[in-house]
C-alpha cells in the first residue's frame, strides 16, 4: 500500500479550525500552483465536502514581493500543474477536489451568486488583479461566508484589500481580520 502525502504546510493554517467550527462544506481555491494550500485544507477540513481548484497554469509575473517581479515562464508553470496532480493523487482527499482549468473570472461566471462557504483567493499578482477577483468571487460567497486571501505582509496586498472597502466592492463586509499573513472578510 502507498501512503498518502501528507500537506502541514500551507498559507491557509490559520483558518482551518474556523471552516471546521463553522461547518463549512464548499469552498474553492482561486490560484492553485501546485495545491500545497489547497491540499491542506481539504485534509484537515473534516466538514468540507467540496473544494473548487481553479487556476489557468498560465505564465505570468507576479508584483507582490518586488517592483521588477517575479516570472513564472512555461517551464515553472507546466511543473507546478504537473507537480498539484501528482500531489492530488496522492493525496488521499482527490474525491474532494474538482478541477477547474479556467482563468479567475471566466471559472466565477461557472457558479451562481451565494454559492461558496469560502473561497480562498491566490491568483493575483498585482493591486489590479486583487481588485477584480474580489469584484469576480466576492457575490459567490454565502450569507455567513467568508473570503479569504493570503500574503497580507505586503504592501501591495494590504492597500488593494483596504481600496476594495473605499471603493464598496467590500461593502457588504461584516468583519476583517488579519492573521498570520492572511487576511479574512466575513458577509
Known sequence: MIDNYDFPEGSYKSVIHLINFMNYKIGCEV????????LNLA????SIEKIYAIDNWKPHTDYKYDENGQVYDIKYIELSKTIFEHNL????VNNKVEVI??????????FENSYFDFICLDCYSNSEEILDNIKYWWPKVKDGGILIGHDFQTEMVRNAVAGSYNDGLLKTARGFSEY???WITKK
Do not use: F, P, T, W
Open 31 to 38: 490560484g492553485v500552483d501546485r495545491g500545497l494550500s489547497l
Open 43 to 46: 485534509q484537515r477540513c473534516s
Open 89 to 92: 493523487k496522492y493525496s488521499g
Open 101 to 110: 482549468e479556467k482563468d479567475s473570472e471566466i471559472a466565477s461566471k461557472d
Open 180 to 182: 498570520d499573513n492572511v
